[in-house]
C-alpha cells in the first residue's frame, strides 16, 4: 500500500523561523503556478463548464504555455465575430480549487502577478476574478501586443456584486478566473501569489506541538462494529451521517477498506454537497478545552468508483473536491464555525485510489458570526418563563471572535470529515485530534517549578538581564518590567 504524506510547507517554515528568531512577526511565501512546468495538453475549466480543449498548455519556441484559443460559433457554424472583427471569446479560464499555502487565507495575498502576451489588440483589458465570490478587476495600465506583459493586481481591490468587501469570507481554497472576455488568442506563462500575515501565538503554539507530550482523541473504526442490515429491515449505520445529522444510511458505512487494507474504515458511498458526520463526541481530555487543539488529521483515499446518494439516486463518477473539517457544538444540528467546510492547504487530492494524509490546524480555520435565539434568565440564573409557560427568549448575534471564544471554552465537541463536495466512493481512517498547552502555558508552568533560585526568566523559558521589559518570572511569580 502507497501512502502519499502531504507536508505543510508553512508549517515546516514556521517551525524553522521559530527555532531561528522567537521574536519573528510576520511569515512571507509565494505561490506560483508556473505553466512552463505543466505538460502539454495540461486544460483549465471554462467559467461554468469543465475541461475546455482551448484552454491548454502548447508547446511553443519559448517552451510550454498556456493558450487561450477560443471561437465561439454560430447557429450557422460560423464564427461569431466582435464589435473589432475578432472571433468571440465570452468566458474566461478558470482555474479549479486552487489552494493557498497551509495557514493561509484569501485576505493574506499582498499581490496577484500574471505573465501575459496578447496576439492581438483587442486582448484588452485583461481580468481576474473568483467565481461566485468577486466581480471582474481589470487591469489598468497599458499592455503591448505580441510580447510578455507583467500584470498586478491589487486583491483588496476586489468587490463583489453588492459592492460588499470579499473579506466578509476568507477562504483558503477557490476558483481563480483569469482572461479578456470578447477576445481570442492569448498566452499565459505564469501566476504568482505574494503572500504574507502576523504570526499569531496561536501558530507557534501548534508549530511547537510534541506528540510525544500532547494529549490525543482518535476515532478508531476497527472498535466500531461493521454496518449491515439491522433487525427492522433498516441499515444500521448509527457512527456516520451527513453533515444534517441523519444516520442509519446505507450511503456512508463502516466496512472493511479497500483493495488488501483490512482494518475498519468509514467508506463514505455518498455523492452530493455534504460531508460526514461522525456521531461520536470529541471528548476534550481532562485539563483541556478546545483552546487547546493543536492539529486534527486523518488518512483519505479516493476511488474511482462514482458515489450515489440513496435518498434520491443521483450518482457522480467526477472527482472530489478539497478534503476538510468541519466542527459542530452540538448533535445533530448546530453551528459551523468553520467557514464553508474547507480548512487551509488542503487541495483535491493528485491521484485516484492511493491512500493520502491530512492535516488541520485551527489557527487556518475560518470562524463565522452567529445569530440565534437564546433564553432569557431570572434573577436566579433560570429561564424566564411567559404565561403560557414557554422560554422567553431573545435575539442574540456573536461576532467572530465571540464565536471564537465561546468555542475555545468547549470540553466536548463533535466533527465532520471527508470531501466536500463528494462525488466518488471514499475511505476514511486514523481520525486523530492532539491537544497541548501553548508555548506560554508551559514556559511558565515549566519555570514556576524552580523556585527561589533569583533567576529572572522571559516567558519562553530564556534567562534575562535586568534591561528586559516585558513579562518576567522570577521565583515562581509573573511580573510586568517596565
Not at 77 to 105: C, D, I, K, Q
Not at 220 to 235: I, K, L, P, R, T
Not at 361 to 378: G, H, I, Q, T
Not at 409 to 416: D, G, L, N, P
Request: proline letters at 5%; glycine letters at 10%; one cysteine or more.
Amino acid at each position: 500500500m502507497n501512502f502519499h504524506y502531504l507536508k505543510s510547507l508553512s508549517v515546516v517554515a514556521l517551525a524553522g523561523m521559530f527555532a531561528a528568531n522567537a521574536y519573528a512577526e510576520t511569515l512571507s511565501e509565494e505561490l506560483v503556478i508556473d505553466f512552463t512546468q505543466k505538460e502539454v495538453g495540461f486544460k483549465l475549466n471554462s467559467f461554468w463548464g469543465g475541461p475546455n480543449d482551448n484552454m491548454a498548455v502548447v508547446e511553443t519556441e519559448e517552451g510550454n504555455l498556456l493558450f487561450i484559443n477560443g471561437v465561439t460559433v454560430g447557429e450557422d457554424g460560423t464564427p461569431a465575430v466582435n464589435e473589432a472583427g475578432f472571433p468571440s471569446w465570452s468566458t474566461m479560464a478558470r482555474y479549479e480549487n486552487l489552494a493557498l499555502p497551509a495557514g493561509f487565507n484569501f485576505s493574506n495575498i499582498q499581490m496577484i502577478e500574471l505573465e501575459y502576451k496578447p496576439t492581438q489588440a483587442d486582448n484588452v483589458p485583461f481580468a481576474i476574478q473568483l467565481r461566485n465570490a468577486t466581480d471582474p478587476l481589470y487591469f489598468e495600465g497599458d499592455i503591448v501586443v505580441n510580447e510578455w506583459n507583467t500584470l498586478v493586481f491589487d486583491p483588496t481591490a476586489f468587490t463583489t456584486g453588492e459592492g460588499t468587501d470579499v473579506y466578509a469570507g476568507t477562504p483558503s481554497i477557490f476558483d481563480f478566473c483569469m482572461g479578456a472576455n470578447g477576445s481570442t488568442n492569448y498566452y499565459i506563462k505564469s501566476i504568482t501569489f505574494y503572500l504574507e500575515k502576523e504570526v499569531t501565538q496561536r501558530e507557534k503554539d501548534e508549530a511547537a506541538l510534541d506528540k510525544s507530550k500532547a494529549a490525543l482523541v482518535e476515532f478508531n473504526f476497527d472498535n466500531w462494529e461493521v454496518s449491515g442490515e439491522g433487525e427492522d429491515g433498516g441499515y444500521f449505520s448509527p457512527y456516520l451521517g451527513s453533515n444534517g445529522g441523519g444516520i442509519n444510511r446505507p450511503d456512508m458505512i463502516i466496512d472493511k477498506g479497500p483493495d488488501d487494507y483490512n482494518n475498519n474504515c468509514a467508506h463514505i458511498i455518498y455523492s452530493g454537497w455534504t460531508c460526514i458526520f461522525i456521531t461520536e463526541p470529541v471528548i476534550v481530555p481532562e485539563g483541556y478545552t478546545a483552546d487547546d487543539l493543536r492539529l486534527v488529521e486523518y488518512d483519505i483515499y479516493e476511488t474511482d468508483i462514482p458515489g450515489e446518494d440513496y435518498t434520491n439516486g443521483n450518482s457522480s463518477g467526477a472527482r472530489n473536491g478539497s478534503p476538510l473539517i468541519r466542527i459542530k457544538d452540538v448533535y445533530p444540528w448546530g453551528w459551523h464555525p468553520v467557514g464553508d467546510g474547507t480548512a487551509a492547504g488542503n487541495a483535491p487530492l493528485a491521484s485516484v485510489n492511493e491512500w493520502y494524509h491530512v492535516e488541520f490546524r485551527p489557527s487556518a480555520f475560518e470562524w463565522k458570526e452567529r445569530d440565534f435565539k437564546e433564553n432569557v434568565l431570572d434573577e436566579n440564573g433560570e429561564p424566564l418563563l411567559d404565561d403560557n409557560g414557554e422560554n422567553v427568549q431573545k435575539d442574540t448575534h456573536w461576532d467572530v471572535e465571540q464565536v471564537q471564544q465561546e468555542f475555545n471554552k468547549f470540553t466536548s465537541f463533535y466533527i465532520s470529515i471527508g470531501f466536500f463536495p463528494c462525488n466518488a466512493q471514499t475511505y476514511v481512517d486514523n481520525v486523530k485530534l492532539w491537544f497541548q498547552k501553548g508555548l506560554e502555558d508551559n514556559a511558565v508552568e515549566g519555570i514556576q517549578a524552580v523556585k527561589g533560585n533569583g533567576i529572572m526568566y522571559n516567558i519562553y523559558g530564556q534567562p534575562v538581564n535586568d534591561n528586559y521589559r516585558g513579562i518576567v518570572i522570577k521565583d515562581g511569580k509573573k511580573y510586568i518590567k517596565k
